[in-house]
């Protein structure tokens, strides 16, 4: 006969053995909402930073200086200064960065089939920050075409604005392309005649647009002499959603589309819920291990005259440790391996669910996860194992 | 292994116990391993608290009781139980077995208590055949007799290494052909294990060839 079959005889856990169950349900639950938060976490990482759900280009915000009512009519406080430029570049979420080239010139579009002509304006940005591709967006110097990119906005306000309003016909983008408005640039007494083609239409750029080259040029042969400082800048970025944009931008009082990181927000009320979820399960945790070291008190309490007796015969305290413990632990370990079960499954649900919708997350969970179930046994083994001792010691 | 009691006075007792001559209270005195020592002690005179002084779980006494040189209070619990274990064993006035277990268990409660026990499980129902409670061995502690708890008890202690026995009234239930059986049995394994026994009672008694007796 082994000595903690007898011991068996003796102390009986089953008391209160119903408060136990119910620890080791809370444990569950516990682990559970931490796993939850921790996986959550994980998948949303991976979701937005994992080379397989890597969007097929970053994301291109237009950023300029909020205007505001103190502003108006001092265009010198709506530019970047130097410095901010290169505090702008050293920011962790730009991957590259460009000032857009505002145009130091008049600038007036004639179209003459439709019989009309209008002021207008150009800004350039370098060829790599361009959503379009064509052939012919390049300019040098002679040529008399140039090629023009315009917002898709404009032909959309056009088409289903002003067309339908005015009795206009609409116009496709295939007809607005084959049409050749005269350019006339002009400064003081210098002026330039060319001729327009409308060569894509942009839905990332909000202005309309002209090669760097022309734009140099222009600037160089019509301008008034002072460099203009830039007001509108073009970042690229991988994480358009980054909380940590969002709040530089705020910071500065910078301005971007709001519809491009609309995300951060989602993402902010996202980490706000796993971080409940997660301070909950730690709450849990922790009533858990109360519950349980009650449970070990009451066990102990209830066979003091017992356990002194033992101790009487010789039974050393480690001994009576150790029984007690495994009467506990084989209960802990399941209740940790259902959770990381449950959480396994769970993981395999969701990253087919979501894999339906194009995201991929693992379908395993995480080593964190492993890692966190592996660390809460470890404490609920050691609160354990201090109940137990504190205890017994109180009886020896 | 030595004990060593010095000036022992127990707190309780203390008026009392000043009051009348004693060979134990509040002198030097040494048990030298292997003696077989008697002491005997009227009612009243403190053999039962001398018992639990000696065995170490009970605290209330000035002066000092030391085993091999140390005194007791400044052995941890660990090594305590180590030497309940392997160096002193004990029969207890009140037995004190477990009601819960029944006879055969409480034997086997202390011949495991050393993952490496000293001896088989046939020793156990060697020794209930000498003292002829066999027929109890599967009953629950709490329907024996007296006297057939007692004999488990003795059993119980013999179950392990000692180099001390300690025994408290061993044999009060018993009638003088179980006593005799029960103290011839002991004497054998004190003396397989050279080792030596402490034993109070209220009378004189020629059950064994005392080392030396004191009187309480």
């Known amino acids: 006969m082994q000595f903690n079959e007898i011991l068996k005889k003796i102390i009986h856990t089953g008391v209160g053995r119903g408060r136990f169950w119910m620890a080791s349900i809370g444990l569950g639950i516990a682990m559970l909402l931490i796993l939850v938060a921790l996986q959550v976490h994980t998948n949303f990482n991976e979701l937005l930073y994992g080379s397989r759900n890597q969007n097929e280009r970053a994301d291109y915000l237009v950023v300029n200086k909020k205007i505001t009512n103190d502003m108006m009519g001092k265009p010198e406080l709506t530019v970047f200064k130097p410095e901010e430029l290169k505090d702008i570049a050293a920011q962790p979420f730009v991957e590259d960065f460009s000032i857009i080239t505002a145009a130091q010139y008049n600038v007036r579009l004639e179209a003459d089939q439709l019989g009309f002509s209008t002021l207008a304006f150009f800004e350039s940005v370098p060829d790599s920050f361009i959503d379009v591709q064509s052939t012919d967006w390049k300019w040098q110097e002679g040529q008399q075409i140039v090629p023009i990119i315009v917002p898709r906005d404009f032909t959309n306000m056009f088409n289903f604005g002003f067309a339908l309003g005015n009795n206009m016909p609409q116009f496709s983008e295939e007809t607005i392309k084959t049409l050749s408005p005269g350019i006339v640039v002009s400064q003081g007494m210098r002026t330039g005649r060319f001729l327009g083609r409308i060569v894509g239409f942009s839905d990332r750029i909000s202005t309309v647009l002209v090669p760097q080259s022309f734009m140099d040029w222009a600037n160089n042969i019509y301008s008034t002499g002072a460099a203009k400082a830039p007001s509108r800048i073009i970042v690229k970025t991988k994480d358009p959603s980054s909380t940590v944009l969002t709040n530089y931008l705020e910071e500065h009082k910078y301005v971007t589309d709001e519809e491009k990181t609309k995300y951060s927000k989602i993402r902010g009320i996202v980490q706000i819920i796993v971080s409940a979820v997660g301070f909950f399960g730690l709450v849990l945790l922790m009533f858990a291990l109360l519950v349980f070291s009650m449970f070990i008190q009451l066990v102990i309490e209830s066979y003091r005259n017992e356990i002194r007796l033992l101790i009487t015969l010789g039974a050393s305290p480690g001994q009576l440790q150790r029984y007690l413990l495994k009467q506990f632990i084989p209960m802990y370990l399941v209740t940790g391996v259902v959770a990381f079960v449950a959480i396994t499954g769970l993981q395999w649900w969701a990253s087919g669910l979501l894999a339906k919708r194009n995201m991929f997350v693992s379908e395993w969970p995480g080593i964190m996860s492993l890692v966190a179930t592996v660390a809460i046994l470890a404490l609920v083994y050691a609160v354990n194992w201090f109940a137990v001792r504190k205890h017994i010691a109180e009886h020896t | 292994m030595q004990i060593q009691l010095s000036a022992v006075v127990p707190v309780p007792l203390r008026e009392r116990i000043l009051q009348r001559q004693s060979d134990i209270w509040n002198r030097d005195v040494t048990f030298q391993p292997g003696q077989f020592i008697k002491i005997k002690a009227p009612s009243g005179t403190g053999k039962t608290t001398l018992v639990h002084y000696l065995y170490h779980i009970r605290y209330d006494y000035t002066g000092s009781i030391s085993v091999d040189g140390k005194p007791w209070q400044d052995y941890n619990r660990d090594q305590l139980s180590a030497i309940r274990q392997r160096q002193v064993s004990v029969v207890f006035q009140d037995l004190r077995l477990f009601d819960q277990l029944s006879a055969l268990e409480n034997i086997e ?108």
């Open chain 2, 109 to 216: 409660l202390k011949r495991v208590m050393d993952p490496q026990p000293y001896y088989p499980q046939e020793k156990t129902l060697e020794f209930a055949e000498r003292l002829g409670v066999t027929h109890v061995l599967k009953q629950s502690g709490a329907t024996l007799s007296y006297g057939e708890r007692q004999r488990i008890a003795i059993i119980r202690a013999l179950m392990q290494p000692f180099e001390w026995l300690m025994m408290d009234e061993p044999f009060s239930h018993l009638d003088d052909a179980n006593a005799d059986k029960a103290a011839r049995l002991i004497a054998e394994e004190c003396h397989a294990r050279k080792a030596g026994f402490i034993l109070t009672d209220l009378d004189h008694d020629q059950r064994f060839d005392y080392t030396v007796s004191y009187l309480l």
